[in-house]
């Protein structure tokens, strides 16, 4: 497998952090809007979509601010790549934005870049923020 490369995107989102912070941590927040369903047993989250399958400890999270979830193996032992998700806030106009980082093979990254383009499109869908 090739080395993956680490990215951050950022998109302005027009919703409370608050709001925000729910879609971004719970399963069912989760499941509205970046996969087809989400379970989650303690720190573990299961994500599905379609016929795949991915799981994720929950590795950090700071309410109302982040999230980082680590990708797990079977035997549930921490993989090398995470994604997180963190809420700014600017300072002086108030406006929010969510920053995304993530991992991707250099063939692979602008197809990724696509993907969550589209994913956060739904998410702003889905909170009303089109």
Same mark, same amino acid.
């Given at each position: 497998?090739?080395?993956?490369?680490?990215?951050?995107?950022?998109?302005?989102?027009?919703?409370?952090?608050?709001?925000?912070?729910?879609?971004?941590?719970?399963?069912?927040?989760?499941?509205?809007?970046?996969?087809?369903?989400?379970?989650?047993?303690?720190?573990?989250?299961?994500?599905?979509?379609?016929?795949?399958?991915?799981?994720?400890?929950?590795?950090?999270?700071?309410?109302?601010?982040?999230?980082?979830?680590?990708?797990?193996?079977?035997?549930?032992?921490?993989?090398?790549?995470?994604?997180?998700?963190?809420?700014?806030?600017? +300072?002086?106009?108030?406006?929010?934005?969510?920053?995304?980082?993530?991992?991707?093979?250099?063939?692979?990254?602008? +197809?990724?870049?696509?993907?969550?383009?589209?994913?956060?499109?739904?998410?702003?869908?889905?909170?009303?923020?089109?």
């Amino acid at each position: 497998m090739d080395e993956k490369i680490k990215y951050e995107l950022e998109f302005p989102i027009t919703s409370s952090p608050q709001l925000l912070y729910q879609y971004i941590s719970t399963p069912s927040g989760l499941s509205e809007w970046f996969a087809d369903n989400v379970n989650s047993r303690g720190e573990f989250f299961t994500f599905i979509w379609d016929d795949a399958e991915e799981k994720a400890r929950l590795s950090s999270k700071k309410s109302g601010e982040k999230v980082k979830f680590r990708w797990i193996d079977e035997q549930n032992n921490d993989g090398d790549y995470y994604f997180e998700l963190r809420i700014l806030v600017d +300072e002086i106009t108030k406006d929010v934005s969510l920053m995304v980082v993530d991992f991707a093979e250099a063939k692979d990254l602008s +197809e990724s870049k696509q993907l969550w383009e589209n994913q956060i499109s739904d998410l702003k869908h889905v909170l009303g923020s089109v």
